[in-house]
């Protein structure tokens, strides 16, 4: 069956960084584009970063753009969201999720998606 699975989170001093990771399972994953989208406390779902199928486009929120990189690895079913010099606006539960296509901002709901997985909380504190 279809399985996202996400590590990489936790807690991290303002400045610092992060690597998450989401590993997938049960499907073609070169066939798909990925996400990144988060929930903060209280808030709805944010979209973060998306790659293409080929891993050749991505594209990033304004509140992340020029902090976070998507990238992909096809060989390993794998993609990854590096995160740098982290704030505290960026506490939230970060979640992975899959789709044919590009799926563009707002997100009402993770059933936006194929499929996702449970999240890893990052949290940004000194």
């Known amino acids: 069956h279809v399985q996202l699975v996400e590590s990489g989170g936790g807690l991290v001093q303002p400045g610092g960084s992060l690597r998450l990771s989401c590993a997938a399972s049960?499907?073609?994953?070169?066939?798909?584009?990925m996400y990144w989208v988060r929930q903060a406390p209280g808030k709805g779902l944010e979209w973060v970063a998306v790659i293409n199928s080929a891993g050749m486009s991505r594209w990033y929120a304004d509140s992340v753009e020029g902090r976070f990189t998507i990238s992909r690895d096809n060989a390993k079913n794998t993609v990854y969201l590096g995160m740098d010099n982290l704030e505290p606006e960026d506490t939230a539960l970060y979640y992975c999720?899959?789709?044919?296509?590009?799926?563009?901002?707002?997100?009402?709901?993770?059933?936006?998606?194929?499929?996702w997985g449970q999240g890893t909380q990052v949290t940004v504190s000194s």
């Open positions: 049960g499907f073609t994953f070169s066939n798909y584009w």
């Open positions: 999720a899959s789709a044919t296509g590009p799926i563009r901002p707002p997100i009402s709901a993770l059933s936006d998606f194929d499929s």
